[in-house]
């Protein structure tokens, strides 16, 4: 069965420093990968999303991450994070041909001024 | 662009009242989704929908759960008798151009 796994529960940072954010997945094909964020209240926004073609794919708010086959991996990076970018962070996988998304269990990010 | 509206924002009701959630999704989009979000459970898929038509409904806990869509611009959520465990936040989300957007949710207290 296809999962996602967000082996960090809880990521401290302080602002300006870079960030990763740890995403793997098992599934037998490409699949299409996504990174969602949700701040307190509110719903999961799209950051970024892989379809297939070049594997470093950029998103909103500075962030990026890119695809590994070899790992089966999708790593969310910014470089110099922002105090408002503490929130919750979701990896999810569609698997082609099937409307089905699957979410992991979410990083929680928190950032010291 | 109006985003994935739901409502009620907020719902607390005693156990064993019915309880109706409601979902707008954004206008074009074919498929439509009911999440559930809790701190033990994470976010859980209930139900999907596509062209109206329920595709996978594996995820609905027990009978009392229920979900409609009539029509493109609507879908609705019901859980009659509700329960204190359903407590949670339900989220809806709806596709179509190969990403979900997600509504702001409704928060659900049961007593």
């Known amino acids: 069965a296809q999962s996602v796994t967000q082996p960090d529960i809880h990521i401290t940072v302080s602002e300006g420093a870079s960030l990763e954010l740890r995403c793997n997945y098992s599934?037998?094909?490409?699949?299409?990968l996504f990174w969602y964020v949700q701040s307190p209240g509110q719903g999961l926004q799209l950051l970024l999303k892989y379809f297939s073609g070049d594997t470093l794919v950029q998103g909103i708010k500075g962030f990026e991450a890119e695809f590994k086959r070899s790992q089966s991996s999708f790593n969310l990076r910014k470089p110099s994070v922002h105090w408002s970018d503490a929130a919750e962070y979701f990896c999810?996988?569609?698997?082609?041909?099937?409307?089905?998304?699957?979410f992991g269990t979410g990083t929680r990010l928190k950032v010291l001024a | 662009d109006a985003g994935v509206i739901q409502s009620p924002r907020h719902e607390v009701t005693e156990m064993g009242q019915e309880v109706t959630l409601r979902c707008k999704p954004i206008s074009g989009h074919n498929s439509l989704f009911w999440y559930r979000q809790t701190m033990m459970r994470g976010l859980e898929l209930l139900i999907y929908?596509?062209?109206?038509?329920?595709?996978?409904d594996s995820g609905m806990p027990e009978d009392r759960f229920s979900a409609k869509m009539p029509n493109a611009s609507f879908s609705t959520l019901k859980i009659q008798p509700s329960e204190p465990r359903d407590s949670a936040v339900y989220f809806c989300?709806?596709?179509?151009?190969?990403?979900?957007?997600f509504g702001d949710g409704t928060r659900l207290s049961i007593l």
């Open positions: 999810a996988v569609r698997t082609s041909g099937t409307y089905k998304y699957i």
């Open positions: 929908f596509n062209n109206n038509v329920p595709i996978d």
């Open positions: 599934y037998g094909a490409t699949p299409y």
């Open positions: 989300a709806s596709s179509g151009e190969g990403f979900q957007h």
